[in-house]
């Protein structure tokens, strides 16, 4: 039995209002790093791309062959120009995407270490932070047969967290949501972070969480912990790193190991692995194919720099998924 009902097929849009399998909504910056590994204060050149937690997820699913929206705001400056051409050439439908004339896009750096990469970001007043309740009623929602959010939106304004409450609880709620606890303690400066990610993943069909980020926000200490406490939502994928992915659905209890993966970097493997788990939801297939589509996805992310992986060709992906547990946990992607 499918762990929530699949999603139905998109209603026959009417005029011109685009129609999407997802729409993900939320804030996406530019995004300066070095060109190697190099920290960012010994570089003399920078390269610029694009990366945001839910316009991940669109690029994802569009890369799975699935059509994906992203519902935003971006300033009328060279960076939100540069964000929509790159989203749009990624195939994600950017056409409900508002530009904002006064206020800009956001902007973050990578900066390489021997242990992890670290980030530095330039949002506070950007035009995404300006999102508010009224943006719920744009006509591409109603058309989507998933709306996907993230934690990361909450955080960035008052209007920006009431946005996301309309979306996950409003009266008018009709595609199923999903959503990403996606904790950066930097946005919150002091804010009850805990609390609102636990009752906006509560108001949600899908919640994907870290347990390490669960185990911080809520000091649940396992992966089962984490679904008794995000009860009653319909399911609860908690994803543990290297170890693997356990999902919480209809009383089911399913466990994916991770595949054995090179880290280049980190950033952007947790929107991947949402992205393929929602294409395989899309899909109709079962819970352990869901899962193993968020690790594959998850580690093509990992071995690269960008934010946004190329993603496995469907025909790779669908002789993975047909494996059987002893092969599939003996396969490393390459």
């Given at each position: 039995?499918?762990?929530?009902?699949?999603?139905?097929?998109?209603?026959?849009?009417?005029?011109?209002?685009?129609?999407?399998?997802?729409?993900?909504?939320?804030?996406?910056?530019?995004?300066?790093?070095?060109?190697?590994?190099?920290?960012?204060?010994?570089?003399?050149?920078?390269?610029?791309?694009?990366?945001?937690?839910?316009?991940?997820?669109?690029?994802?699913l569009a890369g799975l062959g699935h059509r994906a929206a992203w519902l935003s705001r971006v300033g009328d400056d060279p960076f939100g120009r540069r964000i929509m051409a790159d989203l749009a050439a990624r195939g994600?439908?950017?056409?409900?995407?508002?530009?904002?004339?006064?206020?800009?896009?956001?902007?973050?750096?990578?900066?390489?270490?021997?242990?992890?990469?670290?980030?530095?970001?330039?949002?506070?007043?950007?035009?995404?932070?300006?999102?508010?309740?009224?943006?719920?009623?744009?006509?591409?929602?109603?058309?989507?047969?998933?709306?996907?959010?993230?934690?990361?939106?909450?955080?960035?304004?008052?209007?920006?967290?009431?946005?996301?409450?309309?979306?996950?609880?409003?009266?008018?709620?009709?595609?199923?949501?999903?959503?990403?606890?996606?904790?950066?303690?930097?946005?919150?400066?002091?804010?009850?972070?805990?609390?609102?990610?636990?009752?906006?993943?509560?108001?949600?069909?899908?919640?994907?969480?870290?347990?390490?980020?669960?185990?911080?926000?809520?000091?649940?200490?396992?992966?089962?912990?984490?679904?008794?406490?995000?009860?009653?939502?319909?399911?609860?994928?908690?994803?543990?790193?290297?170890?693997?992915?356990?999902?919480?659905?209809?009383?089911?209890?399913?466990?994916?190991?991770?595949?054995?993966?090179?880290?280049?970097?980190?950033?952007?493997?947790?929107?991947?692995?949402?992205?393929?788990?929602?294409?395989?939801?899309?899909?109709?297939?079962?819970?352990?194919?869901?899962?193993?589509?968020?690790?594959?996805?998850?580690?093509?992310?990992?071995?690269?720099?960008?934010?946004?992986?190329?993603?496995?060709?469907r025909a790779e992906t669908d002789r993975r998924l047909a494996l059987d547990d002893d092969a599939w946990a003996a396969a490393a992607p390459r």
């Amino acid at each position: 039995m499918d762990p929530v009902p699949s999603p139905s097929p998109p209603p026959a849009a009417t005029g011109p209002v685009p129609v999407a399998d997802v729409v993900c909504v939320g804030e996406t910056m530019a995004v300066l790093s070095p060109p190697d590994a190099r920290p960012l204060g010994e570089q003399n050149t920078l390269r610029m791309a694009v990366g945001g937690a839910e316009s991940n997820v669109a690029c994802g699913l569009a890369g799975l062959g699935h059509r994906a929206a992203w519902l935003s705001r971006v300033g009328d400056d060279p960076f939100g120009r540069r964000i929509m051409a790159d989203l749009a050439a990624r195939g994600v439908d950017v056409s409900a995407v508002e530009t904002d004339p006064e206020h800009p896009t956001g902007v973050y750096f990578k900066d390489p270490g021997p242990d992890r990469t670290r980030t530095y970001y330039y949002r506070g007043g950007s035009a995404a932070t300006r999102m508010g309740p009224e943006l719920a009623r744009d006509p591409v929602l109603r058309q989507a047969r998933m709306v996907h959010l993230s934690g990361v939106a909450a955080a960035l304004s008052d209007s920006c967290a009431r946005l996301l409450r309309t979306l996950l609880s409003g009266p008018a709620r009709k595609p199923a949501v999903s959503f990403d606890v996606n904790h950066r303690p930097a946005l919150w400066r002091g804010a009850d972070a805990a609390r609102s990610l636990l009752v906006l993943a509560r108001c949600a069909d899908i919640v994907f969480v870290g347990r390490d980020e669960a185990e911080t926000l809520w000091g649940t200490a396992s992966c089962d912990a984490v679904a008794d406490l995000l009860s009653p939502a319909p399911v609860v994928v908690v994803k543990d790193a290297e170890h693997g992915a356990t999902s919480y659905a209809n009383g089911v209890r399913t466990f994916v190991p991770s595949l054995p993966t090179k880290v280049v970097e980190p950033v952007g493997a947790g929107d991947a692995f949402a992205a393929g788990y929602l294409a395989a939801v899309l899909e109709n297939r079962d819970e352990r194919s869901r899962l193993r589509l968020g690790h594959l996805a998850a580690a093509a992310a990992l071995r690269t720099r960008d934010d946004v992986p190329v993603m496995p060709p469907r025909a790779e992906t669908d002789r993975r998924l047909a494996l059987d547990d002893d092969a599939w946990a003996a396969a490393a992607p390459r």
